[in-house]
């Protein structure tokens, strides 16, 4: 089975320029995670969909950060403009499931490499 | 928000040595997992614990749920070089099971 594919591996961007990430979960995953981890953190959930629809986006910085999923099998993460702090590692991860207070397993990406200079 | 302490942040050990880390935090989880991060790749889940109080094995790797519900260790047996990379533990609770919060992680380095 296919694991979560994500490209680019590497962005490099300077400030104001804008940046598109596409993630392809794992076949038949219903559920889909953006997270973003910081050099030196651990990864900090952006949005989650539910199929195409939102699931939580209360982390994501929506005066520059945009997701979609609009057939609900792959998504495209943006940023527009971006800023030096938002250099970083951008993972997408899925799962099977989702019912509100049950979740399956989360399968990570290997992730796309963003620097801002 | 939610935050984890997550300790040591690093660890440098022989191989054949036994690993501690734990994770402490000042909010409830229903769920503590643990996943292992190796460079340029995304995490990986090595154990999941649901019950508080749970003990749970995988190979050379035990973790435990604390009776709290507010802290978790992890344990590694008999290191080996390929147990080298970045651990993390992360918690779930509330309505939305699907949002984990992070630790910072511990950086395992094993000599051989």
């Known amino acids: 089975e296919a694991g979560v594919a994500q490209s680019p591996r590497y962005k490099i961007i300077e400030k104001r320029q804008s940046v598109a990430f596409w993630c392809n979960p794992i076949?038949?995953?219903?559920?889909l995670y953006w997270y973003q981890q910081i050099l030196g953190q651990g990864p900090k959930l952006l949005i989650q969909?539910?199929?195409?629809?939102?699931?939580?986006d209360s982390q994501l910085p929506k005066d520059r950060f945009s997701a979609e999923r609009l057939k609900g099998v792959d998504s495209t993460l943006k940023i527009q403009p971006a800023k030096l702090e938002d250099s970083a590692v951008y993972l997408c991860?899925?799962?099977?499931?989702?019912?509100?207070?049950?979740?399956?397993?989360?399968?990570f990406g290997p992730g796309t490499r963003l620097t801002v200079l | 928000g939610q935050q984890l302490n997550q300790s040591p942040q690093s660890m440098f050990i022989q191989e054949g040595e036994d690993v501690s880390m734990n994770c402490t935090s000042s909010?409830?989880?229903?769920?503590w997992l643990w996943y292992k991060q190796d460079p340029g790749e995304g995490p990986v889940l090595l154990i999941a614990?649901?019950?508080?109080?749970e003990l749970t094995s995988n190979g050379r790797l035990t973790a435990q749920f604390g009776i709290t519900r507010k802290d978790s260790f992890l344990n590694i047996s008999a290191s080996i070089p390929s147990d080298v990379g970045i651990y993390f533990c992360?918690?779930?609770?509330?309505?939305?099971?699907?949002?984990?919060?992070f630790g910072d992680g511990t950086t395992l380095t094993v000599k051989p």
């Open positions: 991860a899925s799962s099977r499931i989702w019912g509100g207070s049950y979740t399956d397993t989360q399968y």
């Open positions: 076949s038949g995953h219903a559920t």
């Open positions: 969909f539910q199929n195409n629809g939102v699931v939580d």
């Open positions: 909010s409830i989880f229903n769920t």
């Open positions: 614990l649901y019950k508080a109080g």
């Open positions: 992360a918690g779930q609770g509330g309505t939305n099971a699907g949002k984990s919060t």
